[in-house]
């Protein structure tokens, strides 16, 4: 049976976002609102990769749903959120592990980066 974003996978992280990035910064996290992705990588990273001659994006992007952060997470400020893994188990969250960086994508555009802090998986 196929996991609700109830039971799905959690990560909790810290980021931060990127000023200049995104015109606002993010409201209300515990919503459940707002659905980027994340790319497990370098955090320093500031362009999309992609395939050698081509626009064919060579990155792993797996979706998450915020479901718990501070009511403003605004720019360049670190902050602590929580997060499902909203495609699990179709899509392939392995790397989605403690200890590693990633870049918060809002579709080809990153937005901020961060580190897992932790990863639960709940029934």
Known sequence: MKPSLNNAPRIKAKIQLIKGARINPLLHLSSGKYMPHIVI???NQREVKTQSGTNNISEHYLG????SGPEICDFEIETEVEMTLMYFPDVDYSEALPGKTFT????????????????????
């Open 41 to 43: 990588g370098d955090p």
């Open 64 to 67: 998450v749903r915020f479901v």
């Open 104 to 123: 918060l994508r809002e579709g080809g555009k990153i937005v901020g980066f961060g580190t897992i802090l932790s990863r639960e998986q709940n029934n």
